[in-house]
């Protein structure tokens, strides 16, 4: 198939072009302009990967460039966001830009070149502290950061461009994902950094939230089970792993189950509002089973620990760890 991805230089979009190449998939990757030439972790993967992919250069914020590259495709996966919490509270107007117009510019497209399927990227932000668990798709809506507020408003967008034109979207809705490549802003990065840099005081914020942490492999064979089914039109689907953990409780796998020894300093700067914190994240992954057929392969405490493993070999392997930056303050 003719795949078009954006977001491909990010974390999840990376893995993402690898796996459609691996499957044979002819892909189209946006990666984000830049003047050093980067193609941010596309640079990263594999020769004879990369070599069937043909990147384009772009701003997802441009309607034209949107347009003009989505001619000929057949499927679109959306990733391209900005997704730093933090950052959304200094700097809220950019992500109204990029999240949500840069959506508007791909269902436009997807409708102007009669793209046969559209697969918006949303997030478990969505639901906010959870009221009620496992966390279903009906669950209320609720805002408690201008990153979640974004990403509502570009998931209703392209609701309403199924209802309003019959528009073939779908809304994949990742809980936490982790995994190789990921930055240092998500928790269990900041968490494996700082630890290897040797150090035997890590600085964290607030220790007693609970995520529902998917591995990077298994969120993005959903995305690709979206190929093969024809039931998901005008859907949202979840994907997370049905297991919660708190950042607490991850420390304590990191001290005994692979001997790491620290200690850890409470760091204000790194803990968010209290209205603002999203407590508690538990997915119902039963839609996805059912209309996907997805099934995680890492799943429960034990799949999480596998997890854990891989992105802590992976980290072990990066030449320039000293450059990670831990500065992140939240999950
Ligand atoms: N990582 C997670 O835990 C997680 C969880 C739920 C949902 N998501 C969603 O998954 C998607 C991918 O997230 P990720 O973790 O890979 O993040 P990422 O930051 O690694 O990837 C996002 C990519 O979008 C690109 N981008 C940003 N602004 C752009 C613009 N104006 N034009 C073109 N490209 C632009 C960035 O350069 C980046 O490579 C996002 O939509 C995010 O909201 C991620």
Known sequence: MNILVTGACGFIGSHLVEEL??????????????????????????????KEVNIISGDIRDNEFVNNNSKKIEVIFHLAALIGIPYSYHAPKSY??????????VLNSSKMNNISK??????????????????????????????AASKISADQLALSFYRSYNLPVTIIRPFNTFGPRQSTRAIIPTIITQILKNKKKIKLG???????????????NGFIKTLKSN??????????????????????????????????????KRVRKKNSEVFRLLASNKKAKKILNWKPKYTGVKGFKLGLKKTIEWFKGQKNLKDYISNSYSI
């Open 21 to 50: 190449v691996r499957k044979g998939h002819k892909v189209k990757a946006f990666t984000y302009y830049n003047s050093r030439g980067s193609r941010g972790w596309l640079d990263n993967i594999d020769k004879r990967i990369i």
């Open 96 to 105: 109204l830009d990029t999240n949500v117009i840069g959506t508007y510019n």
């Open 118 to 147: 559209t697969i918006i990227t949303s997030t478990s932000e969505v639901y906010g502290t959870a009221k009620s668990v496992p966390i279903f798709e009906e669950h209320s809506l609720n805002a408690q950061s201008p990153y």
């Open 206 to 220: 607030n220790l007693s939230p609970t995520r529902d942490f998917t591995f990077v492999e298994d969120t993005v």
């Open 231 to 268: 039931k998901i039109n005008g859907q949202t689907i979840n994907i997370g792993n049905n297991f919660e953990i708190s950042i607490k409780d991850i420390t304590k796998i990191m001290q005994k189950d692979f001997g790491y020894d620290f200690e850890i300093i409470l760091d204000p």
